[in-house]
């Protein structure tokens, strides 16, 4: 199993600020995964930042509004940038372990945006 | 592309057994997943099958999977109140493993 924090576990920020939310596990990970939670809805996957490569988004998602650090194998960072109302959400880190194959996700991070 | 449905509400009575469905589309899907979510919380990992299985049994849990007709169903057996929460199911495909999630389903079990 892998245990995973996350910094900071909420905030409300202003319009057109920046936050950094931060993902901590407790063992080295290749592959690790960004998702967003929308108030009552699904989880969506914003982008893959596995260490040692650029980070891949999915579509709707681009590098300049989240972009992504992956410094080492148990830390990555997710920036949400010029933030609007639409992006209150709840974002996630997950990661990939195995075998077995495992996925992980932390606790979260419940942005408001104000 | 792929897709995860699931039904959005179930109630049961505490005691009786719980059955929470889903269907999912990508026929090359190779593990799919059962996770948990309590109020105010991350997800919880319950359980996964991996795609060459028909059925995993864990305590009060078991999963089937039929490949054929792509479904696959969590059983929760004596449900207790502590169950209550939203259930979602997850299928990963292919080997970047990102997962596609259903829309979950709310259990609420009843006393």
């Known amino acids: 199993s892998a245990v995973i924090s996350q910094k900071p576990s909420r905030d409300i920020c202003q319009r057109g600020t920046s936050l950094t939310i931060q993902c901590q596990v407790d063992s080295q990970v290749t592959m690790m995964f960004w998702y967003r939670q929308q108030p009552g809805q699904s989880l969506t996957l914003i982008a893959t930042?596995?260490?040692?490569?650029?980070?891949?988004?999915e579509s709707g998602f681009v590098i300049d509004k989240f972009p992504i650090s992956r410094p080492n194998l148990t830390f990555s960072t997710l920036t949400v940038s010029n933030m609007s109302p639409e992006d209150s959400s709840i974002y996630l880190c997950s990661v990939g372990t195995g075998p077995p194959y495992e996925q992980y996700f932390g606790p979260g991070t419940r942005l408001t945006v104000t | 592309g792929e897709d995860v449905e699931q039904s959005l509400f179930l109630s049961v009575r505490e005691g009786d057994s719980s059955v929470i469905n889903c269907t999912y589309t990508?026929?090359?899907?190779?593990?799919l997943y059962w996770y948990k979510q309590e109020p105010g919380a991350g997800l919880q990992l319950l359980t996964y099958?991996?795609?060459?299985?028909d059925m995993k049994q864990d305590q009060r849990l078991t999963v089937l999977l039929n490949k054929k007709d792509k479904h696959l169903s969590l059983r929760i057996a004596d449900t207790q109140t502590g169950d209550s929460a939203i259930y979602f199911c997850?299928?990963?495909?292919?080997?970047?493993?990102?997962?596609?999630f259903g829309s979950g389903t709310q259990l609420t079990v009843l006393p």
């Open positions: 997850a299928e990963e495909a292919g080997s970047a493993r990102q997962l596609t």
């Open positions: 930042a596995n260490q040692g490569s650029e980070a891949t988004y």
């Open positions: 099958i991996f795609s060459n299985m």
């Open positions: 990508d026929s090359s899907s190779t593990y």
